[in-house]
């Protein structure tokens, strides 16, 4: 890669690997997605604000929060809950933003189950910036019966590319 305005930038902490590419072509190669990692049993994701994330004032893109958001607490969930799909279309998605986040910094986001029913999922989350918070994020997720989800087992495949077992609830829940 050539270095240039999208490249002049430092590398991610330790411990985060690119998220494979899912769609090709899709909203992510147009986005520029994100990166993950694993802290104490839990899927982090994380990003460098890069110029084709800001806005005009050089700060990130409120939309740019708002996608990676959205994949990243249905990945958390499907990562951390073992519900063994490959999808989980989103029912609702809240972001109140707290604070700029300037372009150049690395942003990480966490995650937290809060329910889980037959049909929906519910996930919270936290943007920060070196541990300030800049962001949070609700979502309410349909949750798709097994083998009813396209493509791969998306928790199974983050599990598998971070070396880490499978945690809590798991199955259908009631």
């Given amino acids: 890669m050539t270095p240039g305005p999208e490249t002049d930038f430092p590398p991610p902490p330790p411990g985060f690997v690119a998220v494979p590419d899912l769609a090709p072509g ?17 899927l982090v994701g994380g990003f460098r604000v890069t110029p084709s ?5 050089g700060l990130c893109h409120g939309g740019k929060l708002a996608g990676v958001c959205d994949a990243y607490l249905a990945m958390a969930a499907l990562f951390r809950e073992d519900l063994q799909g490959g999808f989980l279309p989103t029912v609702s998605l809240g972001l109140d933003f707290m604070a700029p986040v300037p ?33 949070r994020a609700d979502a309410i997720y349909h949750r798709l ?9 998306i928790g ?10 499978t945690t809590t609830r798991g199955g259908m829940a009631p």
């Fill in 26 to 42: 899709g909203f992510d190669a147009v986005s520029g997605g994100f990166l993950v990692g694993v802290e104490a049993g839990q």
């Fill in 53 to 57: 994330c800001c806005n005009r004032a």
């Fill in 103 to 135: 372009r150049g910094v690395w942003v990480e986001l966490r995650a937290e189950t809060l329910r889980i029913t037959r049909s929906l999922v519910f996930v919270q989350g936290l943007v920060t910036v070196e541990g300030t918070p800049a962001a």
């Fill in 145 to 153: 019966p097994p083998g009813d989800a396209p493509g791969p087992d």
């Fill in 156 to 165: 199974a495949l983050l599990r598998g590319l971070l070396g880490h077992a």
